[in-house]
Nanobody, 118 residues
Framework: QVQLVESGGGLVQPGGSLRLSCAAS????????MGWYRQAPGKQRELVAA???????NYADSVKGRFTISRDNAGNTVYLQMNSLKPEDTAVYYC????????????WGRGTQVTVSS
């Protein structure tokens, strides 16, 4: 069982920055592929960025060059640095953990609200 707790969301002006954090419980963090998803009102949840247990990353086209995902295996934490934020980035951001050995072992955090508005 893995518990995920997101933090770092809030209200920011367009062009501003935020850093989201996701703290994971448990001792097997290293074997989990981690991701950040977001869901805006009336829209489906979508992948924003992901990082494998080995450190490979991928991003949605809409955030490439602006967002950076990273992980601290010693601290059981994954981060999402968000720069040059736009109003269309407004959404609830969720942390996701997928066991790279057992695909059915997937966990979600409760989410953190990010609002980009002037």
């Amino acid at each position: 069982q893995v518990q995920l707790v997101e933090s770092g969301g809030g209200l920011v002006q367009p062009g501003g920055s935020l850093r989201l954090s996701c703290a994971a419980s448990g001792s097997m963090f290293r074997i989990y592929n981690m991701g950040w998803y977001r869901q805006a009102p009336g829209k489906q949840r979508e992948l924003v960025a992901a990082i494998t247990s080995g450190g490979s990353t991928n991003y949605a086209d809409s955030v490439k060059g602006r967002f950076t995902i990273s992980r601290d295996n010693a601290g059981n934490t994954v981060y999402l640095q968000m720069n040059s934020l736009k109003p269309e980035d407004t959404a609830v951001y969720y942390c996701n953990a997928k066991n790279r050995l057992i695909a059915t072992m997937t966990y979600w955090g409760r989410g953190t609200q990010v609002t980009v508005s002037s």
